[in-house]
């Protein structure tokens, strides 16, 4: 397993930023048993899984504390784990552009310094809460780039600022629902910000969907939004994994249902081409 820590200019963000990248490599059980993980020969690539993080969270997240090393070598699974901030992963009018930097911008760099695949049967986007809603957003409004997507107790509940909604997060985000879509919402645009406008802008689009996969904690605070979003969503006709247990939101839930994502990927379990 090699792990790297990147640092570099991002154009999009106009500004350093830090990406962990997880590689499986031969450890020490293939020295003593026998040799299972090789490294790439020339022409040789990864399959790779953007792995977004939550709001108030960072690149380093899902590595501090969950096992996604462990999984991801005994899948020989690449996983790429980017910064977004506060963002909701949206081009900020007044800030970054970070929907182009995490769905543009970000691949281009990793593909240009590790062998990753840019075949869109070899890419995978997940994430948690605020990256649940990265990873469904990127689905439906990019779906020539990923063959799977699957949100963990995702923010899906896609309210504008000042907005009512059945589902109300314990900490009031309105300052920053209002940074990544004006004050009054004036920035709010459907075809990429609601998630209910952009699938069914993708069904009826007739652009080969990805695979969807959705899990949240039953005593999540999201649950519901989640069980409507899945149920709105199924009827469209998409393929929708859906999967519930008990969990608040937090990342005991997210670590055990990581596991059960990267086990339902189409995942060859080695290098492809």
């Not at 997940?126 to 779906?143: D, E, H, I, N, V």
Request: charged share 20%.
């Amino acid at each position: 397993m090699a792990i790297f820590e990147c640092k570099m200019f991002s154009k999009e963000l106009f500004s350093s930023v830090s990406v962990n990248v997880i590689l499986p490599t031969p450890e020490s059980g293939d020295a003593f048993f026998g040799t299972t993980t090789l490294y790439p020969k020339e022409g040789q690539k990864y399959q790779t899984l953007y792995l977004l993080h939550g709001f108030t969270a960072d690149f380093s997240d899902w590595q501090r504390f969950s096992s996604i090393e462990r999984y991801a070598q005994a899948h020989q699974l690449a996983v790429v784990m980017p910064s977004v901030n506060n963002s909701s992963y949206c081009n900020l009018r007044n800030g970054g552009s970070y929907y182009n930097y995490y769905l543009d911008e970000l691949p281009a760099q990793m593909r240009a310094i590790f062998p990753l695949s840019a075949k869109r049967e070899h890419n995978f986007v997940a994430g948690l809460s605020m990256g649940g809603f990265g990873t469904l957003k990127a689905a439906f409004t990019r779906p020539e780039q990923f063959a799977a997507a699957a949100s963990l107790s995702g923010g899906v509940a896609g309210r504008k600022p000042g907005e009512e909604t059945t589902t109300r997060s314990p900490i009031q985000t309105d300052k920053w629902k209002a940074a990544s879509y004006g004050p009054n919402g004036e920035y709010f645009d459907p075809a990429t910000d609601d998630l209910r406008t952009a699938s069914k802008n993708l069904v009826q689009s007739g652009k080969k969907a990805p695979k969807l996969y959705i899990a949240c904690g039953t005593e999540d605070f999201l649950y519901q939004a989640n069980l409507e979003l899945k149920d709105y969503l199924l009827g469209l006709g998409l393929d929708v994994t859906y999967e519930e247990g008990p969990g608040r939101h937090d990342m005991a839930f997210w670590d055990k249902y990581i596991e059960r994502v990267l086990n339902w990927l189409p995942l060859t379990g080695g290098f492809v081409n």
